[in-house]
């Protein structure tokens, strides 16, 4: 049992609280307003401090990290709301790595820990009910080509991806493309979102695709798809532990500096109360990630515990912000304050891989129900 | 007991009702502008003066002052309607300024503001809280000082909502250094168009909500402006709290029902989990609404409904959070795109209002601080 | 709009305080040891006062009241945890007074209202997953005689019950039966509960029954059903609507007077923020359950007020008397105090007639969904 | 990071486990005898002294008094499997009155008592709450006085569980009037069995346990009954807080798999309604146990566990809470009834557990006064 960071975590993170804190203050109020929505010049310096690499061979330009480093990476993220793929890049690149052939990966993934290369998941399908006029899926081949037409929504940072990961029904079963974004056929527009972070819709109409950007073997996509679900949502459930901290930090200090009716707010039992609460449930969420991420670090299952991890994350995001925002008082509701950025960006990653119910759902399952 | 309207209630709900339905386009306009957080724009000013020109703005006023005389009851009956067609609840003036002015005011400023108050042509912004007073609004500092023929007033007011277009401040100040502080506290009206020295700067809120920082800058204000007696304004904001505790769910029934009937469209009626919360959502509003009616026939029977309209208060922002908060889970990803994108559900009517809900937990009183009156004034718990 | 009482509603409460106050204090826990369960004596006194036969016209020795009139002493006897099975032979006199005969009317009314006769509902059939081992159903004719076997659950007062409401899939369809409890057919197992109230398994086999005893119309006995279980259910919110009323009473008076640390423990924010909660709760109970009397006193549709009612009173009755047992501290678990006693009962209001569950699912029913 | 256990750990727990394997009857009847609420009887006493006889029950203590020498981890582990498999989790010998006598006892006093109590064979029932000193201990006011050659005890104590079946009293007295009160409060060893003067009268709480007054009318007690220096008595009991601290979900978490087992078994495995439920708490009870793993490890690390501690100990009594009220709400009108009854579900186990639970919620500290742990010596927010 050991509940502390070893040596070289220690390190990465040290590192990364105070790239993040001398890099990233503000950043995420400045880039939400921006088309990109990220830091094109950030994103090179992280790469250059192997964070984008960080799970990756050497031979890849990567750092051999293990996933429970990326978590605790992801962690500090989440603290400072830095914007940008990272968490989707990642775990494309991850799937690349365990599933692609080596002339996939030799393509790929040094682009990609370079920074130049950046993938992204389009595997969300349109529910038709929320909106009838789609592109509807067809897979069809030619030439010994594909011809993929179809609509993927909430694509994280689609619009500035060099490359989707894709899953279309083909003759073969459900299989699984590395599409380039830059494909004649392919529309990608950028959501306007509560968080600010680009959900995008991406369209696909007649897009052409050789047999070579197949990861993994045709018809088998579905296990795959689960593994960038599972990693997704877990490290969805450390960017949220990060975001909470910082509510909770952010929250006690100012309930500790702030004066009403002669005393501190944060000499009040009720908002005492209130902070303990937001540090139980914040606590929550670090353990069942942490040991989640341990568990898929030794490769053991762990589709119960990311689970666990990101139904409490989910709903414990809503929670904890929502008491920040209200010990904040009127301060917590001003654009011109950080709290509300953080509320804004906790729906997102609430939702991101699965809400609450999604993942209790699948808890259940895991129970045997 | 009975929980009905009487038959002149129904009836003027019914005329009430009728104006609003006749005039659904200027209904509908006015509730779009004021949803963009802007606050009233044309279309506001016109349906609000339709309502006034009717009496209905104040109807409990006396009908010298624009008002028809009527009972508490028929101000909820109008709160609800304006709610439900134009989400705007109520003007400023009419709720909170002109009551005081009502009971306070010089024959002069009876005359000169109820009239149009009444009429819907003018607004005040309240001028309550600062940077150091929010929930201890006794501890504001802004100063007015008695020059003689004016008083020169210096310092700042947060969050003056409706400044970028009322008319008059409604503003609490300063006027005696003394302990308690509240005991040194006076109101005044300002004429925002015509005084030099004012400067309105906008801030703007995590809902999209214009409000204003408003900074005054040796400004002199004429004598007639101080309302009632000097360093009494304190109680009478107390006083005051009664009118203003007329409050209404009828914006969060019309939006549950939408909601409901977007649950049904879109085939998710079947789902159990979807159909618990909406179950429970409705007893909630329907508890809510009848703690609002409850608080109108309270005044209206010469009680005060102190803890009451604590209760009321808390009750309707937790209830709006927890609609919301159904909403966007209900909605799932598609919660999350705003106004204007194609997977918007009700074109991102609710991810609006999930942001710009908050500010309803925090505005006139925190659940926090209606807590500890239901406590102490509601259960005889100690006071420290 | 009124939310006061009238005159003759504020001369029986005054009169039920009173009596209450002076006969059925210590009650409950007096007689949950006993056979009966509750006292046939004080039974008898209510008889007097003419609270059995409130709610049913004079000729059968009645006083007309209202429904509304009902709820509101049932509230009071909620405070009181009064004992008994008041609500249920009620609703069952309601159901042959709606849906009987004349001569039933004249038979068992007036016995009802004389305190004589105690009718209770039997209609909850087992789950058979639940114990296997049941009296399965059958309704058979022999001889012009209907020949009724089965197993009814969780039957209020049983084994005191003079006759039972219960249900048949006959030939004619699902009848409605008045059976005589004295019947050789029958046996009934009063059974231990945590509320020690006396729920009781019926058990009929080959009992015999004649046509005169079938209230209503043969095959229509659903709508009945569902008239019993309507009341019954805002009635029960109604009595745990006065249960939580005294919980609030009693916690507020003890925190007023416990000390601990030097102060009043109401004085803390902490226990005056859990009281609110209750206070709230307990209103929310209030206006529901009063608005649903109110409504079906005018005859008007009360399904879904009722539910929301029976849903609200369910789910607070849980919370405000767990509150309740925390700010009792150590006290409000003992067995000496009447804390327990309403943290007890509350779980069998909660359950009777549905849960918070089963009763928010009616009210999505009613929106249509 | 690692969650665990070391190869040596997990050979212990083996070899815990299989010791209760083996004597399975034995754990069944003790387990049964404890859930009676009458505490110890028979079967509860042969198993601690198996359990005692391999040093088990105290491991974290030196071998010279009937320990292994072992981390706290062993420690965790072994009231992992005692919670799991007979429900006792400790003795308060071995929890709370032993370490304190193996830090601040003389070697008389720990040769006397601390074997005896790691073999398990006697226990210490708990003095410290009294009527007015319940949440604040030192308030307590039963009085100790120095007598020359013998302490003179009068006064009452309230909550005394385990009175009826232990040898001692771990008593808390007070031997100073002084202010601030805690400083006058010392800690005695009472030999209930020899000792006259003490009457013990049975309490029973709505779960059906049995706790007990004790009074003491004129005991005389020997003066090398006091535990460490007079007046020290409440700094030795928030320091002997760490060793309680250790605490475990496995009760729980056995509960838990019972009731999923029986949602499957009952066909309600389908219910989405109690799928969330059912998922919501199995990752609530996953967090409680890595709470409980971590406090265990911040011991063995030398760390102090403070707010952590009280952290886990408002946790496990929610989320106890919450299984109990889940059980239940699965069981429907079938949790209503009680063991014995051919109805009962776990022949009315939830039941019980619905009732008794509530003790825990008081017992150690409310919830109330752990969020203000957290807040003040977690958070740093200031202590009144």
């Known amino acids: ?369 | 007991m009975d929980f009905s309207f009487s038959a002149e209630e129904e009836k003027f709900k019914q005329e009430v009702q009728e104006l609003f339905i006749s005039e659904e386009e200027l209904s509908k306009a006015a509730k779009k502008e004021w949803n963009t957080g802007l606050g009233f724009g044309p279309n506001c000013w016109k349906i609000l003066q339709k309502i006034g020109e009717r009496g209905w703005l104040c109807p409990t006023w006396p009908k010298e002052y624009g008002g028809l005389g009527l009972s508490y009851m028929y101000r909820y009956i109008v709160v609800e309607q304006m709610h439900h067609f134009v989400d705007i609840y109520t003007t400023v003036g009419a709720g909170m300024a002109g009551p005081i002015i009502l009971s306070h005011g010089t024959d002069e400023q009876k005359n000169k503001y109820l009239p149009p108050i009444a009429r819907g042509e003018v607004e005040f912004v309240l001028g309550y809280t600062e940077p150091q007073a929010g929930s201890d609004l006794a501890a504001l500092s802004i100063k007015a000082e008695d020059k003689g023929d004016y008083y020169l007033i210096n310092g700042s007011k947060l969050f003056n909502t409706r400044a970028h277009y009322s008319q008059y401040h409604w503003l609490g100040a300063r006027t005696a250094v003394i302990k308690p502080k509240y005991k040194g506290i006076s109101l005044f009206i300002v004429d925002l168009k015509n005084t030099p020295g004012i400067t309105i700067s906008p801030i703007w809120s995590v809902g999209g909500t214009r409000t204003n920082e408003i900074f005054y800058d040796n400004v002199k204000i004429p004598k007639d402006s101080l309302v009632g007696e000097a360093n009494r304004g304190f109680y009478y904001i107390l006083e005051a709290l009664d009118y203003e505790r007329i409050s209404t769910v009828a914006g969060l029934e019309r939006d549950f029902k939408e909601l409901v009937e977007y649950v049904k469209e879109k085939r998710k009626a079947g789902d159990p989990i979807i159909r618990q919360k909406l179950g429970g959502l409705a007893a909630e509003i329907e508890s809510a609404r009848l703690f609002a009616l409850k608080v109108a026939w309270m005044l209206d029977n010469g009680r005060v409904p102190n803890y009451e309209a604590a209760m009321l208060k808390m009750k309707v922002a937790e209830t709006e959070q927890n609609l919301v908060n159904t909403a966007m889970q209900i909605f799932g990803p598609y919660g999350q795109v705003q106004k204007g994108c194609r997977w918007a559900q009700f074109d991102g009517q609710f991810e609006r209002f999930y942001r710009d809900s908050l500010e309803n937990l925090i505005t006139r009183g925190t659940s926090e601080i209606m807590r500890n009156i239901i406590a102490q004034r509601g259960l005889g718990m100690p006071r420290r």
């Open chain 1, 1 to 369: 049992m050991d509940f502390d960071l070893s040596e070289s975590q220690n390190m990465l993170l040290d590192t990364a609280k105070k790239f993040l804190e001398k890099e990233a203050k503000g950043l995420a109020r400045q880039v939400e307003k921006t088309d990109a929505g990220y830091s094109p010049e950030l994103w090179q310096k992280i790469a250059e401090l192997g964070w984008i690499g960080l799970v990756f061979p050497e031979q890849y330009g990567g750092i051999e990290g293990t996933f429970q480093d990326l978590v605790l990476l992801v962690e500090e993220m989440g603290k400072a709301v830095f914007p940008g793929p990272f968490t989707t890049t990642a775990i494309s690149g991850l799937s690349i790595l365990d599933h692609g052939n080596s002339s996939q990966k030799d393509a790929f993934i040094p682009a990609l820990t370079d920074g130049e290369l950046i993938i992204s998941p389009a595997l969300i399908k349109p529910d038709p009910l929320m909106n009838e006029s789609i592109v509807h899926d067809q897979a069809s081949m030619k030439n010994g080509k594909y011809l993929l037409s179809g609509t993927r929504l909430f694509v994280p940072f689609g619009h500035v991806a060099g490359r989707f990961i894709y899953e279309a029904d083909t003759d073969k079963g459900k299989t699984l493309f590395l599409i380039d974004a830059g494909n004649p056929g392919i529309r990608c527009l950028p959501l306007d979102s509560i968080a600010g972070d680009k959900p995008c819709e991406v369209v696909l109409e007649g897009v052409e695709v050789s047999e070579e950007d197949i990861i993994g073997t045709p018809g088998k996509a579905e296990k795959i798809i689960k593994q960038i679900n599972t990693r997704g949502a877990l490290l969805e459930s450390a960017y949220i532990c990060g975001m909470l901290e910082q509510v909770l930090k952010m929250t006690v200090e100012y309930a500790n500096e702030r004066e009403q009716f002669g005393d501190k707010i944060g000499a009040l039992q009720c908002i005492q109360h209130q902070c303990a609460d937001m540090a139980t449930d914040t606590d929550q969420v670090k353990f069942l990630t942490y040991e989640a991420a341990w568990k898929l670090s030794k490769g053991l299952p762990a589709d119960k515990e990311v689970s666990m991890a990101k139904s409490w994350a989910s709903d414990a995001s809503r929670r904890v912000c929502l008491l920040g925002v209200k010990i904040h008082g009127g301060t917590g509701v001003m654009e011109e304050h950080d709290m509300q950025i953080y509320f804004r960006k906790a729906k997102a990653e609430e939702l991101a891989f699965g809400d609450g119910d999604f993942h209790r759902e699948i808890v259940a399952t895991q129970l045997g129900l």
